[in-house]
C-alpha cells in the first residue's frame, strides 16, 4: 500500500485544520463503505488533537457498518466512561445520540479471555533480534498475545503520533499493537530488551531490535492495518501521513528526527527537567529523564520537578517497591532475586536510574536521578532515589540561570536532547 496521501508543513509551521482534514479525506474517504473498522488511539499520556481527530474520522467514515475506537492502553490504567468522552472531546448527552454509533472502548491486557494467541517469537528469532544483546533474562519463546476483539473487525485503523521513545527508538506504528493492545508476555519481552540496549543507544534511532521484535510480531497479524501517524509539536501537527503501517511509520520518523531531536555542543552537569503534567504517574513522567540523559555529562544530575506528581504507578507500584530504582547491572548480577518481577517493571525502573556499574556490592550510577515531587522522602528512600524538596526549588533562578553546564526544560518528556558529537553514529 506504502503511502496513500501525506501532508508535511515547511519547518517551523504547522498544518492547518482544513490540510489535516483534507488528507484524511483523501486517504479513506469511501475506502471502507460497508466494513466493521477499529481504530486503535493512545491514551491521555500522549501529545494529540484528539477532539478535532476524532470528529474528523467519525464524519469521513460514515459509511462504515461499524465504527469503534479503542484506546490502546498497554499497561495504563483504563479510561472510565467520564474519561473518555473527555478524551474524545464529545459530552455524554454527545455520546448517546450523534455518536452512539461509536464504541469507545479500552484494552484489557490483564484479562485472559480478552486475548488471543496468533503467533509464537521463538527463541532463535529474539537471539537473533537481539544480537550482542541477548540475555538468558529474555527467557524462551515468546507467544504473539493480542486484544481478540480484532478478530471481529474487516480493517483496523492506527491513529497516533510518533516521538523519540528510550525503549523502542522512536514510538508510534506497530507499537500500537505491540504493546498497545497485547498480553504481557510481548510487553515484557519487548520492554526488557529494550532495557538490555539501554536509551543512550536507542532514543531517536529508527531500526532498532525492539522495533524490529515488534514488526515481526505485527506479521501474524491477519486483519489489514493501516496507519495514520503524525508529528505532533505542542499542540500542532507538523505532519500527517496515511499508509500502511511501515512506510507511513518511517514517513514520520524522518520528519519527528527533524522536528523532535534538539542537537546540544556540550553536555549538561544539571538539568532541572520538569514533566508535563499529562504524565501523572512516575512510570510515564520517567519520560522526562529519558529525553535529557543523552546529554548529562558523567556524573552530572537530572532533577525530575514534579510537584503535582503523587502517584509512582497505579498498575505497578507494588513490584515497583520491591524492586527499587537502579541500574540494569544491579538486576542482572543478582538476577534471582528480582527474576520473579514482571521484566517491564525493571526495564522502567533501570530506565530512570541510567547507566553505571555494580561491583562487590557497590553501585554506581553514570548520573545522578533526583527526585523533586510529593512523594516523600521516606518513599524515595524506599526506592533508592535521592530526594530533594520541591518547595526548595526557585524556579525562576532556573528559568533565567545563564551558566555554561546548567539548563532547566518545561514540559519535558517528549523533545530528545542529544549531543552532536553522536550525530556521526547515526
Not at 492506527?158 to 510487553?187: N, Q, R, V
Request: contains cysteine; negative net charge.
Amino acid at each position: 500500500m506504502a503511502i496513500e496521501t501525506q501532508s508535511i508543513a515547511d519547518n517551523g509551521q504547522f498544518l492547518s485544520e482544513e490540510a489535516i482534514k483534507q488528507t484524511l479525506f483523501e486517504g479513506l474517504s469511501k475506502k471502507y463503505s460497508g466494513a466493521k473498522l477499529l481504530v486503535l488511539i493512545p491514551d491521555r499520556t500522549r501529545s494529540i488533537p484528539m477532539p478535532m481527530l476524532f470528529r474528523m474520522l467519525v464524519e469521513i467514515l460514515d459509511d462504515a457498518r461499524q465504527l469503534d475506537f479503542m484506546v490502546a492502553l498497554g499497561t495504563h490504567p483504563p479510561l472510565d466512561d467520564d474519561a473518555l468522552n473527555q478524551w474524545v472531546g464529545i459530552t455524554a448527552d454527545e455520546r448517546n445520540s450523534i455518536y452512539k454509533h461509536v464504541g469507545l472502548l479500552n484494552h484489557d491486557w490483564q484479562n485472559p479471555t480478552a486475548l488471543i494467541q496468533i503467533g509464537n517469537l521463538e527463541k532463535a528469532q529474539l537471539q537473533a533480534i537481539a544480537g550482542d544483546l541477548w540475555h538468558p533474562s529474555l527467557g524462551d519463546d515468546t507467544p504473539v498475545r493480542i486484544n481478540r476483539r480484532i478478530q471481529d473487525y474487516d480493517h483496523i485503523l492506527i491513529l497516533g503520533p510518533t516521538f523519540p521513545h528510550e525503549i523502542i527508538g522512536f514510538s508510534g506504528g506497530a507499537k500500537y499493537l505491540f504493546p498497545g493492545i497485547s498480553g504481557a508476555e510481548m510487553i515484557n519481552t519487548s520492554h526488557w530488551l529494550g532495557a538490555l540496549a539501554g536509551n543512550l543507544k536507542t532514543a531517536g534511532i529508527a531500526m532498532t531490535p525492539v522495533r524490529v521484535m515488534l514488526h515481526a510480531a505485527a506479521a501474524f497479524v491477519t486483519t489489514p492495518v493501516t496507519l495514520i501517524s503524525m508529528v505532533v509539536v505542542g499542540k500542532n501537527l507538523a505532519g500527517i501521513f496515511v499508509g500502511d503501517h511501515l512506510s507511513a511509520w518511517q514517513a514520520a520518523v524522518n520528519l519527528s528526527s527533524e522536528r523532535h531531536i534538539i542537537w546540544l555542543d556540550q553536555p549538561i552537569r544539571r538539568v532541572l527537567s520538569q514533566p508535563d503534567t499529562k504524565y501523572y504517574e512516575l512510570w510515564t513522567a520517567a519520560k522526562a529523564m529519558g529525553k535529557l540523559e543523552p546529554v548529562i555529562a558523567d556524573g552530572g544530575e537530572i532533577i525530575l520537578y514534579a510537584p503535582y506528581l503523587n502517584t509512582i504507578s497505579d498498575t505497578h507500584g507494588k513490584y515497583i517497591y520491591e524492586a527499587g530504582y537502579h541500574i540494569l547491572d544491579y538486576y542482572l548480577k543478582q538476577w534471582d532475586k528480582f527474576k520473579h518481577l514482571p521484566l517491564s517493571v525493571l526495564t522502567h525502573c533501570t530506565h530512570l536510574r541510567g547507566r553505571g556499574v555494580f561491583e562487590d556490592g557497590i553501585e554506581n550510577s553514570r548520573i545522578q536521578v533526583t527526585l523533586a515531587s510529593q512523594i516523600s522522602a521516606e518513599e524515595c528512600r524506599k526506592l533508592s532515589l535521592p530526594y530533594l524538596n520541591p518547595d526548595e526549588i526557585d524556579l525562576n533562578e532556573w528559568q533565567n540561570r545563564v551558566d555554561e553546564g546548567f539548563m532547566f526544560v518545561p514540559k519535558a518528556g517528549e523533545m530528545l536532547y542529544r549531543l552532536k558529537k553522536d550525530m556521526k553514529h547515526e
